[in-house]
């Protein structure tokens, strides 16, 4: 059974039609990666499925329910955690803070300070600095950590949440060459217990990690399978990868 499932989405502004009766699936503990150039519609599905667009048409179901049309914070609260392009956290606070805010299900920012930490919240939080590997960092501000850091902290703040679905949306934009590869290893530990949906460009990282690959194009799905099996597809050569690009 899909843990998300969608049904002939469609979303049209001004006339100009993005996602087209689209049909698209996420099973259980799956990494799943999202291709396509630009304009293929996979942030706007990323945004459809997270309630920050409502769709024209077409549903939505998420572990069973019908989400089509929720808000964001329902969506959250659902399950759902997604990670935007640029890295979402509280610039001021420490690493260590950042990742305590992250396990308050109400998101009050300062809810803890007044209520301290228990053993199992701080046990908790320096399970996920290590696995981010950024204890070393725990007590720097958020703000003095370098490009790839914010990201991997970022993740670690959404894993706190525990989400039955995490959405990454381009994590490794902007990264050195070193810094997309310890991205590429994290996504993997992080999806042996989550279920992953990835928007990627950088095509020698989708070969690292990918297990199974959708291409969008026009807001349809072009194709869907195994990497390999993807890449080799003659369409998808002549209107993704033979054209060069890379989003």
């Known amino acids: 059974m899909a843990l998300l499932e969608v049904k002939g989405l469609t979303t049209r502004v001004s006339g100009y ?8 699936s996420v099973e259980e503990n799956e990494l799943r990666v999202l291709l396509g150039p630009n304009g293929a519609g ?6 459809m499925i997270t309630g920050q667009f409502r769709p024209t048409a077409g549903k939505i179901h998420f572990a069973g ?4 049309g929720w808000s964001p914070d329902a969506i959250f609260l659902a399950g759902i955690s997604r990670k935007f392009q640029v890295p979402n956290m509280y610039e001021t606070l420490s690493v260590y803070d950042n990742v305590m805010v992250s396990l308050q299900s109400d998101r009050k920012v300062f809810k803890y300070m007044f209520k301290g930490v228990t053993a199992a919240e701080d046990e908790r939080i320096w399970e996920i600095l290590d696995f981010v590997e950024l204890a070393g960092k725990a007590s720097d ?9 914010r990201q991997w902290l970022e993740m670690g703040m ?3 949440s525990n989400p039955k679905l995490l959405l990454l949306d381009e994590p490794t934009t ?3 060459p070193d810094g997309k590869q ?5 996504i993997q530990k992080i999806a042996r217990n989550h279920t992953v949906l990835l928007v990627e460009h950088d095509m020698h990282l989708v070969r690292q990690i990918a297990r199974k690959v959708t291409v969008l194009h026009q807001g349809q799905v072009l194709a869907e399978g195994a990497l390999d099996e993807v890449v080799s ?3 998808v050569r002549e209107v993704y990868l033979g054209k060069g690009k890379r989003h």
Not at 42 to 47: E, F, G, N, P, Q
Not at 182 to 186: E, V
């Open 17 to 24: 039609t993005i996602l087209d009766n689209l049909d698209f």
């Open 42 to 47: 996979k942030t706007t599905l990323i945004a």
């Open 65 to 68: 329910q019908d989400i089509t």
């Open 141 to 149: 501000p958020a703000d003095t950590l370098a490009h790839g850091e």
């Open 158 to 160: 959404l894993i706190a």
């Open 174 to 176: 902007g990264m050195t």
């Open 182 to 186: 310890r991205t590429a290893a994290l």
């Open 233 to 235: 597809n003659k369409t």
